[in-house]
């Protein structure tokens, strides 16, 4: 370090940390800074502002706990302000410093920062004002954030809160394409980083985005309303990847209004399908249908060992509804799925035996089984059921087992418009 008059200049200064802190060290390079007179006299180097060109702040690998030094020391530097266009946090390689290039870690960030000095007294807080950020949490998608600041204090992170879009790669002229969102939360010292302290809220997320793969093959959700209404926001809390296991955040929370959900690859849409069959008033395509509202729970360890989504409520185009749970282990996926469709819809000679009329509605249960590559449920023996009658000619709908089907003829005028589609 050199001090010329009342200036201070440091090319580097890292500092390494004891192995019972989170953090491993923390280098600056390219120092700089004007110096208060009194300095030359108390031993301290005091001033209104210290300028860093690259400022890098290393966490340890495989350290779960938010665990810092306790030195009982005061600084040997104090400043007011602190300004660092290049900020780097992340974690450290077993035998190599960090690289921002080859971080595989729990997360990266990187972000223009401007830091300054807010109360008095031994215990002063730090704010940071970030900008230019780039977040990477991993199993996540990248995320490009337009404002963050985060305090810090003697007990922790006080709060933290970041916004902006994941990055998709996509062209970003195109608001559609983007998902917005706001991560909030505070960190206590002691805390296990697994725990769920972060909440995220967005719109226009992907559930595969989020917990992994465990579904996508055969159920595709897009999340959270694109307008601005708190009600219709994903929302979920999550705690980072730090454990070995996971590959992505744990969360639990609220999907918000579901903006597009297809299902696919499930037997009992070839029952759907077989069921509303040559109905000459209505045709719809059940085989692959597209549900456009509804919301549900989900939850994952971020393991791909325990994903699960409750309190499913899945509607489309105000016709064909499904509720239920899917349970998936990686390998093994469980459920029970429930299906409504207006009677007037079904082919009066296409209802199976194991379907049942609650008011107005045709309804089937269905058992989920299988894996997520390959799901199965429980719709043959029903399949089997109405495709031989399908193949038998000149036959009329007939009520049967208690039910009452409305002549398809005269379907119901409050079924048949919805937003004039019909």
């Not at 390219?30 to 290393?58: Q, R, Y």
């Not at 921002?100 to 972000?111: I, K, S």
């Not at 609220?254 to 499930?266: E, I």
């Amino acid at each position: 370090m050199a001090m010329d008059g009342l200036s201070m200049k440091a090319s580097r200064i890292k500092v390494s940390f004891p192995e019972d802190s989170c953090l491993s060290f923390a280098v600056l390079e390219g120092i700089s800074g004007e110096i208060s007179a009194t300095s030359l006299f108390m031993g301290k180097i005091k001033g209104e502002s210290m300028n860093v060109a690259k400022a890098v702040v290393a966490l340890r690998p495989g350290f779960t706990k938010f665990a810092v030094p306790q030195t009982g020391r005061e600084l040997p530097f104090v400043f007011r302000r602190y300004t660092a266009p290049r900020l780097e946090v992340g974690y450290a390689h077993q035998k190599e410093e960090f690289t921002l290039e080859r971080n595989d870690g729990p997360f990266f960030l990187t972000a223009e920062a401007y830091i300054r000095t807010s109360g008095a007294g031994a215990e002063p807080e730090y704010v940071l004002d970030l900008s230019q950020q780039k977040l990477k949490i991993k199993g996540w998608p990248l995320m490009s954030m337009d404002a963050g600041s985060l305090i810090l204090n003697g007990n922790g992170i006080r709060q933290l809160t970041f916004s902006g879009f994941l990055d998709k790669g996509r062209l970003l002229n195109k608001p559609a394409e983007l998902s917005t969102f706001m991560i909030t939360g505070n960190f206590l010292l002691g805390t296990d980083f697994r725990h769920p302290a972060w909440t995220l809220t967005g719109r226009n997320f992907e559930l595969l985005s989020l917990v992994g793969n465990d579904f996508s093959s055969f159920l595709k959700v897009q999340m959270g309303e694109q307008e601005v209404d708190e009600k219709h926001e994903l929302k979920v809390d999550f705690g980072l990847p730090v454990a070995a296991e996971q590959k992505r955040p744990s969360v639990k929370g609220y999907s918000g209004s579901v903006v597009k959900a297809t299902m696919l690859r499930l037997p009992v849409f070839r029952l759907l399908a077989a069921m509303t069959a040559q109905n000459s008033e209505i045709r719809l395509p059940y085989s692959s249908p597209v549900f456009t509202s509804g919301s549900f729970l989900l939850e994952s360890d971020g393991t791909d060992r325990s994903v699960s989504l409750t309190e499913i409520s899945l509607f489309e185009q105000g016709f064909l509804g499904v509720t239920g749970v899917l349970n998936s282990n990686g390998t093994e996926l469980v459920g029970d799925l429930v299906f409504k469709i207006p009677s007037y819809m079904v082919n009066g000679v296409r209802i199976p035996s194991g379907a049942t009329q609650e008011g107005r509605d045709i309804v089937l249960s269905v058992k989920i089984s299988g894996s997520p590559s390959s799901p199965q449920d429980s719709s043959g023996p029903m399949l089997q059921e109405v495709e031989p009658r399908a193949e038998r000619p000149g036959m009329q709908a007939a009520p049967s087992r208690g039910m009452v089907h409305p002549a398809p003829s005269t379907p119901s005028p409050s079924r048949i418009t919805v937003d004039g589609f019909m």
